[in-house]
Nanobody
Framework: QVQLVESGGGVVQAGASLRLSCVAS????????MGWFRQAPGKEREFVAA????????FYTNSVKGRFTISRDNAKNTMYLQMNKLQPEDTAVYYC?????????????????WGQGTQVTVSS
């Protein structure tokens, strides 16, 4: 069973950038569509971005389009989320997740494997 570990979170000021990483072990990342989700205090977990196995197709929630970029390096078994122009409303715990199904999904229930999360805090 694949294990996922996120890193790269931190405390930054509005307008700054962070790059999150998600490293997989115990399995090949190339067999999964991958996604990033986030959960802010008192709110439900929400979809942020997803990327197909090949890396050629990506999807984003509207609030991060043009600011966040999802990418993957299957040779390194790693996925990334480059976050630019961070805003206080981006503050949340960010989770990476792996989906074994054929179609890429924005639905958290489609993802079988989850990391433990990394905290991102953006101050105004």
């Amino acid at each position: 069973q694949v294990q996922l570990v996120e890193s790269g979170g931190g405390v930054v000021q509005a307008g700054a950038s962070l790059r999150l990483s998600c490293v997989a072990s115990g399995g090949s990342l190339s067999t999964y569509n991958m996604g990033w989700f986030r959960q802010a205090p008192g709110k439900e977990r929400e979809f942020v971005a997803a990327i197909r196995r090949s890396g050629l197709t990506t999807f984003y929630t509207n609030s991060v389009k043009g600011r966040f970029t999802i990418s993957r390096d299957n040779a390194k078994n790693t996925m990334y989320l480059q976050m630019n122009k961070l805003q206080p409303e981006d503050t949340a715990v960010y989770y990476c997740a792996a989906d074994p199904s054929l179609e890429i999904s924005q639905d958290a229930s489609a993802y079988w494997h989850w990391g433990q999360g990394t905290q991102v805090t953006v101050s105004s």
